[in-house]
Structure formats: C-alpha cells, structure tokens
C-alpha cells in the first residue's frame, strides 16, 4: 500500500527545541531576564520579558528594541527548526512561547510608536501562526 501525503493539509507545527537550562535559572536561581538574555542571547523568552517590563514602565522604545531582538533570534531558531516561513507555532508548547510572546511584543510597541502596518503585519502573524497565543496575548 502507498501511503499519499495530503498535500492541502499545509505544513505541520513547529517545535522549537527546549534548552530546560534557562528555565531552570529562571525558576529555581531567580535571575534577571537582563542576565539570561545575557547567557543565552538565543532565548527569545528573556528579550519577551525584557519588552514586557519595558513596555509597563513607558519605555516603548526600549520594548519595541528588546521585542524585536527576540523575535528575530526567535525565527533564526525556527527556521533551523525546520519551519518554512508559514504554518502553526503552537502556544502550548514551552519552547515556542517566547517567540510568540516577542511577535506580540513587537506588534504592541510598534501600534505605541505610530508603525501600524507594522503592528498590523505583526497581528497578523501571530493570529497566523497560533490562535491560541493572538487570544491570549491581544488584550
């Protein structure tokens, strides 16, 4: 029997592979997103958190810089993932997250400094690229 590839179905998610290292440090040492963004620039999770605190203190600049370093050593890691510029990113996978969280990071600054095609592209791709995490972060 030959199997057949449904060749509509789009290409399957992407999991970016999980360093638990960083993680740890975060949860069990309490360091500083400054710190891990630091020891492993490749950890879009710490430029995410960098943007958020950033952004909640009015310093949109500074969140829309850390949210875009993040969101671009997030697609560097996607792209070694396997990932081909469209298809599912699944929030609820740990490692993806931070990629996410930086999109939507992204996005917001951009709307904050006036870039809305900017921040409407960025949407866009999130709503893409996982429903769950455009639900979820789009507040």
């Known amino acids: 029997m030959t199997d057949h590839k449904n060749l509509l179905a789009g290409p399957g998610p992407t999991l ?24 492993y620039p490749w950890f879009s999770l710490a430029w995410a958190m960098l943007a958020d605190d950033a952004f909640a203190e009015g310093r949109v600049v500074e ?11 997030g697609l560097d890691a996607l ?8 298809g599912p990113v ?6 993806n997250r931070g990629f996410l969280r930086c999109l939507a990071g992204l996005a917001r600054a951009a709307d904050s400094i006036k870039e809305a095609e900017e921040a409407e592209r960025c949407w866009q791709f999130l709503r893409d690229s996982s429903p769950e995490a455009y639900a979820e972060l789009k507040q």
Do not use: F, I, N, V
């Not at 970016?16 to 020891?39: G, V």
């Not at 969140?63 to 969101?71: E, V």
């Open 16 to 39: 970016l592979s999980e360093d638990p290292e960083p993680y740890r440090r975060l949860a069990e040492e309490s360091a500083s997103p400054t710190q891990l963004a630091a020891d």
């Open 63 to 73: 969140s829309y810089a850390y949210a875009r370093t993040g969101y671009h050593r």
């Open 79 to 86: 792209r070694r993932a396997g990932w081909k510029g469209h």
């Open 90 to 95: 699944p929030w609820d996978h740990r490692a």
